[in-house]
Protein backbone atom coordinates (compact mmCIF):
# COMPACT_ATOMS: atom_id res chain seq x y z
CA UNK A 1 0.00 0.00 0.00
CA UNK A 2 1.14 3.34 -0.84
CA UNK A 3 1.67 5.72 2.64
CA UNK A 4 -1.24 7.53 3.47
CA UNK A 5 0.38 11.23 2.65
CA UNK A 6 1.18 9.70 -1.07
CA UNK A 7 -2.12 7.65 -1.59
CA UNK A 8 -4.18 11.53 -0.70
CA UNK A 9 -1.43 13.04 -3.23
CA UNK A 10 -0.05 15.67 -0.28
CA UNK A 11 2.95 17.29 -0.75
CA UNK A 12 4.52 15.38 1.73
CA UNK A 13 4.22 14.51 5.09
CA UNK A 14 2.59 17.66 6.48
CA UNK A 15 3.32 16.62 10.05
CA UNK A 16 7.09 15.50 9.93
CA UNK A 17 8.08 18.67 11.15
CA UNK A 18 8.68 19.51 14.82
CA UNK A 19 10.49 22.62 14.68
CA UNK A 20 9.35 25.83 13.07
CA UNK A 21 12.92 26.43 11.52
CA UNK A 22 12.54 23.17 9.78
CA UNK A 23 9.07 24.53 8.03
CA UNK A 24 10.46 26.87 5.12
CA UNK A 25 6.70 27.79 4.34
CA UNK A 26 5.08 27.74 8.11
CA UNK A 27 4.07 31.23 7.92
CA UNK A 28 1.74 30.34 5.28
CA UNK A 29 -0.44 27.70 7.16
CA UNK A 30 0.49 28.58 10.60
CA UNK A 31 -2.63 29.34 12.40
CA UNK A 32 -2.54 33.22 14.37
CA UNK A 33 -2.91 32.89 18.19
CA UNK A 34 -5.39 35.85 18.83
CA UNK A 35 -2.66 38.05 20.20
CA UNK A 36 -0.57 38.44 17.25
CA UNK A 37 -2.07 40.84 15.54
CA UNK A 38 -1.56 43.12 19.00
CA UNK A 39 1.79 41.78 18.75
CA UNK A 40 2.56 43.08 15.56
CA UNK A 41 0.78 46.04 16.13
CA UNK A 42 3.16 46.82 19.15
CA UNK A 43 6.51 46.06 16.55
CA UNK A 44 5.13 48.16 14.16
CA UNK A 45 5.23 50.96 16.13
CA UNK A 46 8.49 49.58 18.00
CA UNK A 47 7.04 49.19 21.09
CA UNK A 48 8.66 45.81 23.37
CA UNK A 49 7.07 42.89 24.22
CA UNK A 50 7.46 39.37 26.08
CA UNK A 51 5.74 36.86 25.28
CA UNK A 52 6.47 33.67 28.02
CA UNK A 53 4.94 30.23 26.83
CA UNK A 54 5.92 26.19 27.30
CA UNK A 55 8.59 24.29 25.28
CA UNK A 56 7.23 23.13 22.00
CA UNK A 57 3.56 25.92 22.82
CA UNK A 58 4.41 27.89 19.40
CA UNK A 59 6.80 30.33 20.48
CA UNK A 60 9.20 30.26 17.38
CA UNK A 61 6.45 29.61 15.12
CA UNK A 62 4.88 33.09 16.18
CA UNK A 63 8.36 34.76 15.85
CA UNK A 64 8.82 33.34 12.56
CA UNK A 65 5.07 34.35 11.61
CA UNK A 66 6.08 37.78 13.33
CA UNK A 67 10.02 38.41 11.29
CA UNK A 68 7.67 37.63 7.76
CA UNK A 69 4.58 39.97 8.62
CA UNK A 70 7.29 42.76 9.32
CA UNK A 71 9.59 41.85 6.48
CA UNK A 72 5.96 41.66 4.08
CA UNK A 73 5.32 45.45 5.83
CA UNK A 74 8.74 46.49 4.61
CA UNK A 75 7.80 45.08 1.44
CA UNK A 76 4.66 46.69 1.21
CA UNK A 77 6.58 50.06 1.84
CA UNK A 78 8.69 49.60 -0.48
CA UNK A 79 6.70 49.20 -3.19
CA UNK A 80 3.51 51.64 -2.36
CA UNK A 81 5.82 54.28 -0.68
CA UNK A 82 3.53 53.84 2.08
CA UNK A 83 4.19 54.12 5.69
CA UNK A 84 8.01 53.09 6.43
CA UNK A 85 8.35 49.97 8.88
CA UNK A 86 10.86 48.94 11.22
CA UNK A 87 14.07 46.24 10.70
CA UNK A 88 13.25 42.75 12.24
CA UNK A 89 16.50 41.02 13.26
CA UNK A 90 16.33 37.24 14.70
CA UNK A 91 18.37 37.24 17.49
CA UNK A 92 18.23 33.20 18.14
CA UNK A 93 22.04 32.26 18.57
CA UNK A 94 23.79 32.97 22.18
CA UNK A 95 27.56 31.65 21.47
CA UNK A 96 29.03 34.67 22.37
CA UNK A 97 26.84 35.77 25.52
CA UNK A 98 27.27 32.21 26.60
CA UNK A 99 31.27 32.34 26.35
CA UNK A 100 30.93 35.86 28.05
CA UNK A 101 28.74 34.29 30.84
CA UNK A 102 31.28 30.95 31.45
CA UNK A 103 33.54 33.58 31.74
CA UNK A 104 31.82 35.55 34.27
CA UNK A 105 31.98 38.46 32.59
CA UNK A 106 28.72 39.05 31.07
CA UNK A 107 26.91 42.21 31.06
CA UNK A 108 24.18 44.13 28.58
CA UNK A 109 27.18 45.23 26.25
CA UNK A 110 27.50 41.81 25.20
CA UNK A 111 23.74 41.38 24.30
CA UNK A 112 23.84 44.95 22.75
CA UNK A 113 26.95 44.38 20.71
CA UNK A 114 25.56 41.26 19.41
CA UNK A 115 22.47 43.15 18.53
CA UNK A 116 24.24 46.10 16.42
CA UNK A 117 26.59 43.45 14.41
CA UNK A 118 22.90 41.26 13.55
CA UNK A 119 21.79 44.39 12.53
CA UNK A 120 24.28 45.37 10.74
CA UNK A 121 24.49 41.58 8.76
CA UNK A 122 20.50 42.57 8.25
CA UNK A 123 21.28 45.46 6.18
CA UNK A 124 23.48 44.27 4.65
CA UNK A 125 21.50 41.23 3.40
CA UNK A 126 18.67 43.06 2.17
CA UNK A 127 21.09 45.46 0.05
CA UNK A 128 22.65 42.29 -1.59
CA UNK A 129 18.69 41.12 -2.00
CA UNK A 130 17.86 44.55 -4.24
CA UNK A 131 18.08 44.99 -7.84
CA UNK A 132 21.53 46.67 -8.53
CA UNK A 133 19.91 50.18 -9.33
CA UNK A 134 18.51 49.74 -6.41
CA UNK A 135 20.90 49.30 -4.32
CA UNK A 136 23.17 51.94 -5.90
CA UNK A 137 19.92 54.59 -4.88
CA UNK A 138 21.48 53.29 -0.86
CA UNK A 139 24.86 52.83 -1.13
CA UNK A 140 25.83 55.77 -3.40
CA UNK A 141 24.43 58.90 -2.19
CA UNK A 142 25.33 58.73 1.42
CA UNK A 143 25.66 62.32 3.11
CA UNK A 144 28.93 62.74 5.37
CA UNK A 145 27.02 62.12 8.47
CA UNK A 146 25.45 58.71 7.04
CA UNK A 147 28.74 57.87 5.64
CA UNK A 148 30.74 58.54 8.75
CA UNK A 149 27.79 56.68 10.72
CA UNK A 150 27.65 53.79 8.24
CA UNK A 151 31.53 53.22 7.87
CA UNK A 152 31.70 53.47 11.63
CA UNK A 153 29.59 50.58 12.30
CA UNK A 154 31.23 48.35 9.04
CA UNK A 155 34.48 48.69 10.98
CA UNK A 156 33.83 48.67 14.51
CA UNK A 157 31.26 46.83 15.21
CA UNK A 158 31.02 44.42 11.98
CA UNK A 159 34.74 43.68 10.31
CA UNK A 160 36.29 43.04 13.59
CA UNK A 161 34.43 39.66 14.01
CA UNK A 162 35.84 36.71 12.64
CA UNK A 163 35.25 35.82 8.87
CA UNK A 164 34.45 32.33 9.52
CA UNK A 165 32.20 33.40 12.10
CA UNK A 166 30.68 35.72 10.10
CA UNK A 167 30.19 33.43 7.07
CA UNK A 168 27.93 30.75 9.12
CA UNK A 169 25.92 33.82 10.57
CA UNK A 170 25.44 35.50 7.31
CA UNK A 171 24.48 32.21 5.81
CA UNK A 172 21.70 31.64 8.46
CA UNK A 173 20.49 35.19 7.71
CA UNK A 174 20.20 35.38 4.26
CA UNK A 175 18.27 32.34 4.11
CA UNK A 176 15.78 34.11 6.94
CA UNK A 177 15.32 36.29 4.90
CA UNK A 178 14.48 34.95 1.77
CA UNK A 179 11.52 33.63 3.40
CA UNK A 180 10.02 36.89 3.78
CA UNK A 181 11.25 39.62 1.66
CA UNK A 182 9.81 39.48 -2.10
CA UNK A 183 11.99 42.03 -3.77
CA UNK A 184 15.08 40.17 -5.12
CA UNK A 185 17.83 40.52 -7.43
CA UNK A 186 18.43 37.52 -9.50
CA UNK A 187 20.99 35.99 -7.61
CA UNK A 188 18.50 35.88 -5.13
CA UNK A 189 16.08 34.39 -7.46
CA UNK A 190 18.71 31.05 -7.47
CA UNK A 191 19.55 30.88 -4.45
CA UNK A 192 23.50 31.18 -4.87
CA UNK A 193 24.40 31.38 -1.21
CA UNK A 194 27.77 31.73 -2.05
CA UNK A 195 27.84 34.39 -4.98
CA UNK A 196 25.14 35.87 -2.15
CA UNK A 197 27.79 35.78 0.59
CA UNK A 198 30.89 37.37 -1.84
CA UNK A 199 28.27 40.05 -2.71
CA UNK A 200 27.13 41.06 0.86
CA UNK A 201 31.31 41.67 1.00
CA UNK A 202 31.78 43.34 -2.11
CA UNK A 203 29.32 45.62 -0.38
CA UNK A 204 31.62 45.86 2.87
CA UNK A 205 34.18 46.87 0.76
CA UNK A 206 32.80 48.92 -1.83
CA UNK A 207 31.16 51.63 0.83
CA UNK A 208 34.24 51.63 2.72
CA UNK A 209 36.55 52.21 0.14
CA UNK A 210 34.38 54.75 -1.48
CA UNK A 211 33.82 57.20 1.52
CA UNK A 212 37.50 56.38 3.15
CA UNK A 213 38.78 57.15 0.03
CA UNK A 214 36.92 60.47 -0.07
CA UNK A 215 38.06 61.30 3.53
CA UNK A 216 40.47 59.23 4.87
CA UNK A 217 39.36 60.05 8.98
CA UNK A 218 35.52 60.05 7.34
CA UNK A 219 34.69 57.20 10.21
CA UNK A 220 36.91 58.61 12.63
CA UNK A 221 34.18 60.44 15.31
CA UNK A 222 31.27 57.98 15.69
CA UNK A 223 34.09 55.16 15.25
CA UNK A 224 36.00 56.55 18.66
CA UNK A 225 32.13 57.36 20.35
CA UNK A 226 31.38 53.61 19.11
CA UNK A 227 34.55 52.56 20.62
CA UNK A 228 34.10 54.37 23.85
CA UNK A 229 30.20 53.42 24.10
CA UNK A 230 31.09 49.32 24.00
CA UNK A 231 33.34 49.32 27.07
CA UNK A 232 31.41 51.96 29.35
CA UNK A 233 28.25 50.99 31.42
CA UNK A 234 25.95 53.96 30.03
CA UNK A 235 27.27 52.97 26.34
CA UNK A 236 24.54 50.26 25.22
CA UNK A 237 22.01 52.61 24.47
CA UNK A 238 24.43 55.06 23.05
CA UNK A 239 24.70 52.01 19.91
CA UNK A 240 21.35 51.75 19.84
CA UNK A 241 20.54 55.10 19.33
CA UNK A 242 22.90 54.81 16.72
CA UNK A 243 21.67 51.59 15.33
CA UNK A 244 18.25 53.79 15.10
CA UNK A 245 20.05 56.20 12.75
CA UNK A 246 21.65 53.89 11.02
CA UNK A 247 18.47 52.09 9.49
CA UNK A 248 16.65 55.09 8.76
CA UNK A 249 19.29 55.71 6.07
CA UNK A 250 17.71 52.85 4.78
CA UNK A 251 14.23 54.13 4.85
CA UNK A 252 13.75 51.55 7.97
CA UNK A 253 11.53 53.20 10.88
CA UNK A 254 13.09 51.61 13.37
CA UNK A 255 14.73 48.35 14.72
CA UNK A 256 12.54 45.42 16.27
CA UNK A 257 14.98 42.92 17.63
CA UNK A 258 12.69 39.26 18.41
CA UNK A 259 14.87 37.22 20.42
CA UNK A 260 14.19 33.69 20.81
CA UNK A 261 15.50 30.11 22.25
CA UNK A 262 17.45 32.00 25.02
CA UNK A 263 16.85 28.22 26.95
CA UNK A 264 18.15 26.20 24.57
CA UNK A 265 21.61 27.15 24.94
CA UNK A 266 24.40 24.32 26.94
CA UNK A 267 24.21 26.58 30.04
CA UNK A 268 20.36 27.20 29.80
CA UNK A 269 18.63 24.19 28.71
CA UNK A 270 18.63 22.67 31.73
CA UNK A 271 18.24 25.85 34.06
CA UNK A 272 15.15 28.04 33.70
CA UNK A 273 17.17 30.08 36.76
CA UNK A 274 20.18 30.53 34.17
CA UNK A 275 18.01 31.36 31.50
CA UNK A 276 16.57 33.92 33.64
CA UNK A 277 20.47 35.21 34.49
CA UNK A 278 20.91 35.40 30.63
CA UNK A 279 18.51 37.88 29.89
CA UNK A 280 18.28 39.93 33.34
CA UNK A 281 20.99 42.32 31.71
CA UNK A 282 19.05 43.69 28.97
CA UNK A 283 15.37 43.53 31.36
CA UNK A 284 16.57 45.32 34.32
CA UNK A 285 17.92 48.65 32.45
CA UNK A 286 14.48 50.12 31.08
CA UNK A 287 16.95 52.31 29.66
CA UNK A 288 17.68 49.87 26.93
CA UNK A 289 13.89 48.64 26.43
CA UNK A 290 12.97 52.81 25.90
CA UNK A 291 15.06 53.66 23.34
CA UNK A 292 12.74 55.48 20.56
CA UNK A 293 12.28 53.92 17.44
CA UNK A 294 14.12 50.19 18.96
CA UNK A 295 11.46 47.55 20.25
CA UNK A 296 12.81 44.11 22.28
CA UNK A 297 10.61 41.05 21.44
CA UNK A 298 11.40 38.23 23.71
CA UNK A 299 10.26 34.64 23.43
CA UNK A 300 10.46 33.09 26.61
CA UNK A 301 10.44 29.79 28.19
CA UNK A 302 7.46 29.99 30.97
CA UNK A 303 9.30 28.67 33.60
CA UNK A 304 11.44 31.64 33.74
CA UNK A 305 8.87 33.84 34.60
CA UNK A 306 8.59 33.10 38.68
CA UNK A 307 12.64 34.06 38.32
CA UNK A 308 11.86 37.64 37.30
CA UNK A 309 10.08 38.36 40.54
CA UNK A 310 13.49 36.68 42.39
CA UNK A 311 15.69 38.75 44.00
CA UNK A 312 18.75 38.10 42.32
CA UNK A 313 16.91 38.39 38.67
CA UNK A 314 13.68 40.66 39.70
CA UNK A 315 12.81 43.20 37.07
CA UNK A 316 9.73 45.33 36.67
CA UNK A 317 7.56 43.20 34.73
CA UNK A 318 4.53 45.60 35.40
CA UNK A 319 6.82 48.15 32.99
CA UNK A 320 7.06 45.45 30.08
CA UNK A 321 4.23 44.60 28.15
CA UNK A 322 3.69 40.35 28.34
CA UNK A 323 1.51 37.75 27.50
CA UNK A 324 1.40 34.00 28.10
CA UNK A 325 0.93 31.38 25.22
CA UNK A 326 -2.53 29.29 26.21
CA UNK A 327 -4.22 27.01 23.14
CA UNK A 328 -7.40 25.60 23.48
CA UNK A 329 -9.22 23.07 21.26
CA UNK A 330 -10.23 25.65 19.10
CA UNK A 331 -6.86 26.47 17.84
CA UNK A 332 -5.85 23.11 17.37
CA UNK A 333 -8.36 22.43 15.30
CA UNK A 334 -8.07 25.42 13.38
CA UNK A 335 -4.34 24.06 12.61
CA UNK A 336 -4.83 20.95 11.95
CA UNK A 337 -7.31 21.91 9.09
CA UNK A 338 -4.98 24.38 7.96
CA UNK A 339 -1.93 22.38 7.79
CA UNK A 340 -4.05 19.68 5.96
CA UNK A 341 -5.17 22.37 3.56
CA UNK A 342 -1.61 23.45 2.42
CA UNK A 343 -0.68 20.16 1.95
CA UNK A 344 -3.16 19.75 -1.04
CA UNK A 345 -4.01 23.03 -1.68
CA UNK A 346 -7.41 23.12 0.07
CA UNK A 347 -8.48 20.26 -1.27
CA UNK A 348 -8.68 18.37 2.23
CA UNK A 349 -9.18 18.87 5.84
CA UNK A 350 -8.13 16.89 8.65
CA UNK A 351 -10.96 14.91 8.86
CA UNK A 352 -10.56 13.44 5.75
CA UNK A 353 -7.35 11.63 6.81
CA UNK A 354 -9.82 9.25 8.85
CA UNK A 355 -12.45 6.77 8.10
CA UNK A 356 -16.35 7.82 8.07
CA UNK A 357 -17.15 6.09 10.74
CA UNK A 358 -14.45 7.73 13.29
CA UNK A 359 -15.65 10.76 15.39
CA UNK A 360 -12.49 12.99 14.43
CA UNK A 361 -13.99 15.66 17.12
CA UNK A 362 -13.32 13.21 20.18
CA UNK A 363 -9.94 12.26 18.14
CA UNK A 364 -8.80 15.43 18.49
CA UNK A 365 -9.72 16.00 21.89
CA UNK A 366 -7.63 13.03 22.68
CA UNK A 367 -4.65 13.32 20.81
CA UNK A 368 -4.08 17.22 22.25
CA UNK A 369 -4.74 15.70 25.40
CA UNK A 370 -1.97 13.13 25.01
CA UNK A 371 0.08 15.91 23.74
CA UNK A 372 0.01 17.48 26.75
CA UNK A 373 -1.97 20.75 24.64
CA UNK A 374 1.86 21.46 22.90
CA UNK A 375 1.42 22.35 19.07
CA UNK A 376 4.79 20.64 18.56
CA UNK A 377 4.24 17.46 20.56
CA UNK A 378 0.58 16.88 18.36
CA UNK A 379 2.37 17.19 15.74
CA UNK A 380 5.37 14.54 16.86
CA UNK A 381 2.11 12.28 18.12
CA UNK A 382 0.58 12.48 14.71
CA UNK A 383 4.09 11.51 13.13
CA UNK A 384 3.94 8.34 14.79
CA UNK A 385 0.02 7.46 14.14
CA UNK A 386 0.56 7.78 10.43
CA UNK A 387 3.75 5.87 10.42
CA UNK A 388 2.33 3.55 12.02
CA UNK A 389 -0.72 3.00 10.28
CA UNK A 390 1.43 2.98 6.97
CA UNK A 391 3.83 0.10 8.78
CA UNK A 392 0.27 -1.64 9.80
CA UNK A 393 -1.06 -1.61 6.29
CA UNK A 394 2.21 -2.03 4.28
CA UNK A 395 0.52 -5.32 2.86
CA UNK A 396 -3.01 -3.91 1.89
CA UNK A 397 -3.14 -2.86 -1.72
CA UNK A 398 -5.68 -0.32 -1.51
CA UNK A 399 -6.24 2.66 0.50
CA UNK A 400 -6.88 2.82 4.04
CA UNK A 401 -7.46 5.65 5.92
CA UNK A 402 -7.32 6.30 9.80
CA UNK A 403 -9.47 4.31 12.22
CA UNK A 404 -9.51 4.55 15.88
CA UNK A 405 -7.46 1.70 16.28
CA UNK A 406 -4.70 3.71 14.07
CA UNK A 407 -4.96 6.63 16.88
CA UNK A 408 -5.04 4.23 19.65
CA UNK A 409 -2.03 2.29 18.45
CA UNK A 410 -0.63 5.34 17.15
CA UNK A 411 -1.03 7.01 20.90
CA UNK A 412 0.47 3.96 22.65
CA UNK A 413 3.55 4.05 20.59
CA UNK A 414 3.98 7.58 21.05
CA UNK A 415 4.16 7.81 25.12
CA UNK A 416 6.23 4.37 24.49
CA UNK A 417 9.35 6.41 22.78
CA UNK A 418 8.63 9.66 24.77
CA UNK A 419 7.06 8.88 28.10
CA UNK A 420 11.10 7.89 29.67
CA UNK A 421 12.22 11.33 28.49
CA UNK A 422 9.27 13.56 30.29
CA UNK A 423 9.29 11.41 33.44
CA UNK A 424 11.56 9.67 36.07
CA UNK A 425 11.96 6.24 34.79
CA UNK A 426 12.52 4.24 38.29
CA UNK A 427 9.10 5.96 39.41
CA UNK A 428 7.63 5.47 36.39
CA UNK A 429 7.80 1.82 36.08
CA UNK A 430 6.28 1.41 39.65
CA UNK A 431 3.57 3.05 38.02
CA UNK A 432 3.85 0.62 35.30
CA UNK A 433 3.70 -2.19 37.82
CA UNK A 434 0.81 -1.00 39.93
CA UNK A 435 -1.08 -1.44 36.58
CA UNK A 436 -4.10 0.34 38.19
CA UNK A 437 -6.00 3.65 37.22
CA UNK A 438 -6.39 3.88 41.14
CA UNK A 439 -4.98 2.29 44.20
CA UNK A 440 -5.04 2.38 47.79
CA UNK A 441 -2.31 2.50 50.32
CA UNK A 442 -2.59 -1.68 50.67
CA UNK A 443 -2.59 -2.58 47.15
CA UNK A 444 1.28 -0.46 47.08
CA UNK A 445 2.14 -2.47 49.87
CA UNK A 446 0.96 -6.08 48.40
CA UNK A 447 2.22 -5.15 45.04
CA UNK A 448 5.64 -4.39 45.82
CA UNK A 449 5.99 -6.27 49.80
CA UNK A 450 6.08 -3.19 51.80
CA UNK A 451 4.97 -1.95 55.37
CA UNK A 452 1.95 0.51 55.63
CA UNK A 453 5.13 3.25 56.42
CA UNK A 454 7.23 2.41 53.49
CA UNK A 455 3.99 2.48 50.61
CA UNK A 456 3.08 5.90 52.00
CA UNK A 457 6.84 7.11 50.94
CA UNK A 458 6.93 5.62 47.96
CA UNK A 459 3.84 6.95 46.84
CA UNK A 460 5.05 9.97 47.73
CA UNK A 461 8.10 10.05 46.18
CA UNK A 462 6.35 8.86 42.90
CA UNK A 463 3.95 12.02 43.05
CA UNK A 464 6.86 14.33 43.48
CA UNK A 465 8.66 13.68 40.18
CA UNK A 466 5.41 11.92 37.79
CA UNK A 467 2.42 14.40 37.30
CA UNK A 468 0.15 11.84 35.45
CA UNK A 469 -1.93 9.01 35.70
CA UNK A 470 -2.22 5.72 34.28
CA UNK A 471 -4.70 4.01 32.00
CA UNK A 472 -5.03 0.34 30.99
CA UNK A 473 -7.22 0.44 27.68
CA UNK A 474 -9.17 -2.08 26.16
CA UNK A 475 -6.39 -3.56 23.82
CA UNK A 476 -4.31 -4.50 27.07
CA UNK A 477 -1.31 -1.69 26.65
CA UNK A 478 -0.97 0.86 29.21
CA UNK A 479 -0.60 4.49 28.22
CA UNK A 480 -0.02 7.18 30.63
CA UNK A 481 -1.85 10.72 30.87
CA UNK A 482 -1.02 13.61 31.42
CA UNK A 483 -3.22 14.92 33.47
CA UNK A 484 -3.80 14.48 37.33
CA UNK A 485 -1.67 13.91 40.17
CA UNK A 486 -1.60 11.02 41.93
Not at 6 to 18: C, D, I, V
Not at 131 to 137: C, F, G, L, Q
Not at 363 to 382: D, F, H, K, N, Y
Not at 445 to 470: E, K, M, P
Amino acid sequence: MPTLTSALSLKSNPFEHYIAETEPHIAQYAVKPPYLESIAARALATSSFILFGDRGAGKSATRITLFSELWQAADRADKSGGPAAPLAINFIDFTSAVSAFQKGKYDELVLVSEVAYLVVEQILAWLSSLPEDDRSTYTQALSKDEAELVVALLTTLYSTRAEFDRKQSESTALKLLNRAWTTRSSIWVNRKWDSLSGLVASIVDGLTNKYVAEKADVAAPVAALLQKASTTASGGRVILEKLVDFVRIFSFSGVVILIDKVDETEVTQRSAEATARMVYPLLSHMQLLEVEGLSWMLFLWSQVRPYMVDEKTKVRLDKIAHESISWGLPFFRQMLDARISYFLEGKLKFADLFEPSVNVEGVVGSIVSTAMSSPRELLRLLDVIVREHDVRNADNSTTVLLSKDSVEYGQDRYVQEKIFNVYDEKSTRQLIRVNQLRFTNKEVQTTFRLSAQSARNRIGGVGQCWHGQTDWNQGGRWRPRWTAII
